[in-house]
Nanobody, 127 residues
Framework: QLQLVESGGGLVQPGGSLRVSCTAS????????IGWFRQAPGKGREGVSC????????YYAESVKGRFTISRDNAKNTVYLQMVNLKPEDTAVYYC????????????????????WGQGTLVTVSS
């Protein structure tokens, strides 16, 4: 059974940094595009960043471009999202999701019909 578990969320001050992780089990993540999505209170879900199975292709939403970096370690079945210069508007529950061999831009922009979702980790940016 495909399972994804997020970790690393927490409270950080504006301008601070945080790294969240997504660890996969029950499948070999090497064949899967992995994406990070977020949902802020009272708002819809947003595709933040996606990375291809090899890590060679990435996509970022305009709102995070230049501040967030996605990477993956297939030997550890883990995908990371490094976030710097965090802003209060980055506050949200961050979810990771997987889709077999998906295009990174398509996966991030549509965000439906995915093979697995994690339970989410809360990131709060506040002073």
């Amino acid at each position: 059974q495909l399972q994804l578990v997020e970790s690393g969320g927490g409270l950080v001050q504006p301008g601070g940094s945080l790294r969240v992780s997504c660890t996969a089990s029950g499948f070999t993540s090497n064949y899967y595009t992995i994406g990070w999505f977020r949902q802020a209170p009272g708002k819809g879900r947003e595709g933040v960043s996606c990375i291809s199975s090899s890590g060679g292709s990435t996509y970022y939403a305009e709102s995070v471009k230049g501040r967030f970096t996605i990477s993956r370690d297939n030997a550890k079945n883990t995908v990371y999202l490094q976030m710097v210069n965090l802003k209060p508007e980055d506050t949200a529950v961050y979810y990771c999701a997987a889709r077999r061999l998906a295009n990174v831009q398509t996966m991030c922009n549509i965000g439906n019909g995915l093979d697995a979702w994690g339970q989410g980790t809360l990131v709060t940016v506040s002073s």
